[in-house]
């Protein structure tokens, strides 16, 4: 890595891309405010200035001055339901035009899908992460399965269900549900196909279950993804990807909890799930591991980073790759730099180095135009 990227007579303008128009706006606050002090740590401090930027719920985008109290408070700005003028969607906060790199902390549409993405490109910058395609086949759970199938990479069955199908005329909907129930049996888990932390996915135990979680899904998303489970209570184990081209993968880590699945909840209520990092596993099954995790983040072309979710079977040896995440969670107590701070890159090094991979990348990228 090269250690001048950045220095005290001419720090990087850093700009913190938060919030969006997502269910998942309020973990990218999160995100955000964490992925800020590790910008301005004291190892940090001459390298990057930080502006910070707020997408809010409706859209529209706040600048620093703004921004800034978001991060500091913790709390979304309320938006009220009318709609948006179209005219001040196309208003970018000046200082927007005075950035270095970009460092999007978006979780979920509208961010992590490669639309923000699409934008930067267009603006000619860097920006942290990867670029259209692998953000929009990373967001979609059935492109991407689609994309691991065509790698090779072990998956649970599953069916792609579209909103049309399921809120279609009532002899339709049952027929559906008949496939369902031959094709992937229950326990099944059913997904909109383009979120993430869990939101609006829904364990089915039977057809009334079934019936309400593809109702449910189909409220957040036209696509729709019903899965097999992975054998009994599987192990879920994850596994952290950094690089562009030639990625590295970090030590494996575990997540346990007691309730039925990994829901938002659970996810996000202080002590109601533990990471163990590194996992107890044997070194076969961790090189496994870290050798799909790098195959997966390559399949869909990704860059600077990802977390790839795995199942693993304990008693069968069996892994299943579940989903990549383009822009994980990145809180201090999330995986992702959790991961590196073991595998030996504490978090102020792991944002600089996401830094400077996409300024890399954006030289590359550049070069071939
Ligand atoms: N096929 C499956 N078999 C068993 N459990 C599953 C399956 N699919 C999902 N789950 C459970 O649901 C959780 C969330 O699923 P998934 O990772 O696909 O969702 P997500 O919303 O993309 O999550 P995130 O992006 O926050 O990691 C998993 O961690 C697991 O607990
Ligand atoms: C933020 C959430 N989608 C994650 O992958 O951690
Ligand atoms: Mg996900
Ligand atoms: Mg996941």
Known sequence: MNGTIGNMSNPLRIGLLFGGRSGEHEVSIRSAAAAARALQADSNRDRHQVLPFYLQKDGLWQGPAVAQGVLESGQPLPSDDRPVDRAALWQFPPEASTVDVWFPTLHGPNGEDGSVQGLLQLMQVPWVGSGVL????????????????????????????????VWSNPCVFPKLCDQLEADLGYPCFVKPANLGSSVG???ARSRAELEAALDSAASFDRRIIVEAAAGGKPREVECAVLGNDQPIASVIGEITFESEFYDYDTKYSDGAADLVIPAALPAPVVDRLQTMAK??????????????????????????????NTLPGFTATSMYPQLWEATGIPFPELVHRLVTLAIERHTVAQGAQ
């Open 201 to 203: 996915i829904a364990k």
């Open 295 to 324: 195959e997966a983040f390559l399949a869909l072309d990704c860059a600077g980073l990802a977390r790839v979710d795995f199942f693993y079977v304990e008693a069968t040896g069996e892994i299943f790759l579940n989903e990549i």
């Open 134 to 165: 692998g953000s929009a086949a990373g967001m979609d759970k059935i492109a991407m399965k689609m994309l691991f199938a065509q790698a090779g990479l072990p998956q649970v069955a599953y069916r792609l269900v579209t909103r049309s199908e």
